[in-house]
Structure formats: structure tokens, C-alpha cells
């Protein structure tokens, strides 16, 4: 056996919003997109964004490296997402903030 692919799945309760905000926010490419089901580019990696109207907003397990923490932060708030907690150095020169998107998903956005 071998794996062929690994790609990440999120619950997202608005299937047009959430591709939207994937795209605007952290510059995704749309590979195929459904009602119910829609892939994703990311920096190299699948993000699949799977429908469910009974989603509730929870913290994801993405992490976005970006090279510009002030248009990364705006782009999430202008892409209809929120800063949920204020830049951090977790370690030396390691920088983080948590955002949601518009599905109330949080994940961490990272500055080195």
C-alpha cells in the first residue's frame, strides 16, 4: 500500500461562503466544487470543505504560514473571517495568531 495524497477535511455550514473566504483570505484555487463537497489548493495542500448545516464552530488543526502578517490579518477580516487572539511569540521569531473563518472555524496563522 501506498499513500498517495493527504489532504485536510473541514466542516463548513455555508458551502459559497466558506469557498469564498478560502479563496479571498489565503489565496485558494477551486479544483471542484459541489453543494455538498469542494476541494481546494492551498500553498500545495488539499483543503476539502465538506457541508454540514448543523456545523458548529470549533478550532481546526490548520496552521497557515504567511509572509506578511498585517495582509494576512486583513485579508481573513476583509474575506468576511475574524482575529480571535492577539499576535504571540511562541517561540524566538515564531509569531502566531488564531482568526476564524466565516464558519467559525479557528486556525492559527504563523510568521517567521
Given amino acids: 500500500m501506498t499513500v498517495t495524497e493527504t489532504f485536510f477535511s473541514v466542516e463548513v455550514s455555508d458551502m459559497q461562503r466558506a469557498t469564498r473566504f478560502y479563496v479571498e483570505a489565503l489565496g485558494g484555487t477551486v479544483m471542484f466544487a459541489s453543494l455538498g463537497w469542494s476541494s481546494l489548493r492551498i500553498a500545495g495542500v488539499r483543503v476539502g470543505l465538506a457541508l454540514n448545516p448543523e456545523h458548529a464552530a470549533s478550532k481546526i488543526g490548520l496552521h497557515f504560514a504567511v509572509s506578511d502578517f498585517a495582509a494576512a490579518r486583513a485579508d481573513v477580516e ?3 473571517g475574524r482575529i480571535i487572539a492577539p499576535l504571540i511569540e511562541v517561540a524566538p521569531g515564531v509569531v502566531v495568531a ?15
Fill in 78 to 80: 476583509r474575506a468576511g
Fill in 98 to 112: 488564531e482568526v476564524a473563518d466565516t464558519e467559525g472555524n479557528s486556525f492559527t496563522l504563523t510568521q517567521r
